[in-house]
């Protein structure tokens, strides 16, 4: 089936190809895995809801993104992930064409819905806990590592239900239970677990934006019937922050002594430079780094969030109590990046102050971004190559430059670049006649 042949050069809904397949680099550029250290690894990355489809087989329930789909207006044409790319059923042919290119890592998440479908209240599923021990075993077999996610931005949509999802600190319990079975079933074989893929991107999307489930937003964000998109991202970070630490510390104390895994979690990582030479761009470029990645590892590298987050979010942070700040501190084994491209940073505290800059009114005014806003484009030129997605571009230093941040700001902590890829949907779609 042609579109099976593209199936890892094409991912774009919820999270997207990592690293780059042997086979195209030699295309491309001649370069041979050879000239990679050993042990490095060429790997690709997927999300359950992104791949799996059979969204209510054996026993699976709805999860948020199941229902989020299937509300009219929310995803462009009516698309939904209900057969995807039939992984679910196809997952031997799947792990075939990883290690036919060469593949020697793949990062897939765990449906909590498809394990257990009620959370802590229900059972568990264990038609879809054999589906991911199979899938395990099969990568095994054919010398790919598998790095497990445990949560990638979907959960049961009774939990949103009852709850209200992240918001309420309930789901901490919830998360940890659900981790707590991955770990019991699938531990043994799996050496590298992610407890929750992106919370920075979940907390933007779900919660300022409204382009994700649960579609909570405010103006001048979004036009939701229900949010706050100055406060709530702010709540569901710091429940998704200590859900992690929880997790982590249940694995280390029960699982990584007799299993010798890892553990760490994954944020999106854009790389900023400032859009004019000035202090206050370059200050506005180190902000949108803080109120990104390190909003989520600074916390669970040095027990805090930045100070410079408090200082223009003030009280609407949430603070740790003691127990919590030794909870969370040091609670990853390692780093997880995914890079995309770099943007321009401006600075909207001048600017809106000082030059009445309706630029600057679209949310850059808000503390919630740290009071600034990123482009593109400067003056007309774009920072780097087009790609598919109008925010991505492809910019190569700006890797080396965000490795280099993380580096420095977190003491040389072990690290994996988990995603990184260039978009191009309009070459895909073009090659099967789409125009």
């Given at each position: 089936?042609?579109?099976?042949?593209?199936?890892?050069?094409?991912?774009?809904?919820?999270?997207?190809?990592?690293?780059?397949?042997?086979?195209?680099?030699?295309?491309?550029?001649?370069?041979?895995?050879?000239?990679?250290?050993?042990?490095?690894?060429?790997?690709?990355?997927?999300?359950?809801?992104?791949?799996?489809?059979?969204?209510?087989?054996?026993?699976?329930?709805?999860?948020?993104?199941?229902?989020?789909?299937?509300?009219?207006?929310?995803?462009?044409?009516?698309?939904?992930?209900?057969?995807?790319?039939?992984?679910?059923?196809?997952?031997?042919?799947?792990?075939?064409?990883?290690?036919?290119?060469?593949?020697?890592?793949?990062?897939?998440?765990?449906?909590?819905?498809?394990?257990?479908?009620?959370?802590?209240?229900?059972?568990?599923?264990?038609?879809?806990?054999?589906?991911?021990?199979?899938?395990?075993?099969?990568?095994?077999?054919?010398?790919?590592?598998?790095?497990?996610?445990?949560?990638?931005?979907?959960?049961?949509?009774?939990?949103?239900?009852?709850?209200?999802?992240?918001?309420?600190?309930?789901?901490?319990e919830e998360f940890t239970h659900f981790a707590q079975i991955c770990f019991e079933r699938f531990g043994d074989r799996v050496k590298h677990?992610?407890?929750?893929?992106?919370?920075?991107?979940?907390?933007?999307?779900?919660?300022?934006?409204?382009?994700?489930?649960?579609?909570?937003?405010?103006?001048?964000?979004?036009?939701?019937?229900?949010?706050?998109?100055?406060?709530?991202?702010?709540?569901?970070?710091?429940?998704?922050?200590?859900?992690?630490?929880?997790?982590?510390?249940?694995?280390?104390?029960?699982?990584?002594?007799?299993?010798?895994?890892?553990?760490?979690?994954?944020?999106?990582?854009?790389?900023?430079?400032?859009?004019?030479?000035?202090?206050?761009?370059?200050?506005?470029?180190?902000?949108?780094?803080?109120?990104?990645?390190?909003?989520?590892?600074?916390?669970?590298?040095?027990?805090?969030?930045?100070?410079?987050?408090?200082?223009?979010?003030?009280?609407?942070?949430?603070?740790?109590?003691?127990?919590?700040?030794?909870?969370?501190?040091?609670?990853?084994?390692?780093?997880?990046?995914?890079?995309?491209?770099?943007?321009?940073?401006?600075?909207?505290?001048?600017?809106?102050?000082?030059?009445?800059?309706?630029?600057?009114?679209?949310?850059?005014?808000?503390?919630?971004?740290?009071?600034?806003?990123?482009?593109?484009?400067?003056?007309?030129?774009?920072?780097?190559?087009?790609?598919?997605?109008?925010?991505?571009?492809?910019?190569?230093?700006?890797?080396?430059?965000?490795?280099?941040?993380?580096?420095?700001?977190?003491?040389?902590?072990?690290?994996?670049?988990?995603?990184?890829?260039?978009?191009?949907?309009?070459?895909?779609?073009?090659?099967y006649g789409f125009r």
């Amino acid at each position: 089936m042609k579109s099976r042949s593209n199936y890892f050069s094409c991912f774009f809904l919820l999270c997207l190809l990592l690293f780059v397949s042997v086979n195209s680099l030699e295309e491309q550029h001649n370069v041979k895995s050879s000239q990679f250290p050993d042990g490095f690894l060429f790997g690709a990355t997927t999300s359950a809801y992104q791949i799996e489809g059979a969204f209510l087989e054996d026993g699976k329930g709805l999860s948020n993104w199941d229902v989020f789909s299937h509300t009219k207006g929310r995803i462009k044409n009516g698309d939904n992930g209900d057969i995807a790319d039939d992984h679910y059923h196809r997952f031997q042919e799947d792990v075939e064409l990883m290690h036919s290119i060469g593949l020697t890592a793949y990062r897939f998440s765990i449906s909590w819905s498809r394990v257990v479908p009620r959370g802590r209240s229900g059972k568990v599923n264990f038609a879809g806990v054999t589906f991911y021990s199979k899938l395990i075993d099969s990568l095994l077999l054919k010398g790919i590592t598998p790095f497990v996610t445990v949560s990638h931005h979907d959960h049961p949509q009774e939990l949103e239900e009852r709850y209200g999802g992240w918001l309420d600190p309930i789901m901490q319990e919830e998360f940890t239970h659900f981790a707590q079975i991955c770990f019991e079933r699938f531990g043994d074989r799996v050496k590298h677990w992610i407890t929750i893929n992106e919370p920075n991107i979940l907390a933007e999307m779900g919660y300022v934006t409204g382009n994700y489930p649960p579609a909570h937003c405010s103006r001048p964000f979004g036009n939701c019937s229900a949010g706050n998109s100055d406060t709530e991202p702010l709540i569901v970070m710091h429940n998704m922050l200590l859900a992690h630490a929880k997790a982590a510390k249940l694995y280390r104390d029960h699982f990584q002594p007799k299993h010798g895994g890892l553990i760490g979690i994954v944020a999106n990582a854009f790389m900023y430079k400032p859009l004019r030479d000035n202090d206050f761009d370059r200050d506005a470029a180190n902000r949108a780094l803080v109120f990104t990645t390190a909003w989520v590892f600074d916390p669970l590298v040095l027990g805090d969030y930045p100070p410079e987050m408090r200082k223009y979010l003030g009280s609407l942070l949430p603070r740790f109590t003691s127990d919590e700040r030794n909870l969370i501190k040091n609670s990853i084994d390692f780093i997880g990046i995914n890079h995309y491209g770099t943007l321009y940073a401006k600075d909207c505290i001048y600017s809106s102050c000082v030059c009445s800059d309706s630029s600057c009114t679209a949310g850059g005014d808000h503390p919630i971004h740290g009071y600034l806003i990123t482009l593109g484009e400067k003056d007309g030129v774009s920072i780097g190559e087009r790609t598919g997605m109008p925010r991505f571009f492809v910019v190569p230093k700006g890797m080396e430059e965000v490795v280099d941040y993380m580096k420095k700001r977190y003491h040389n902590k072990p690290m994996f670049v988990t995603e990184n890829d260039m978009i191009d949907i309009s070459r895909h779609f073009k090659s099967y006649g789409f125009r």
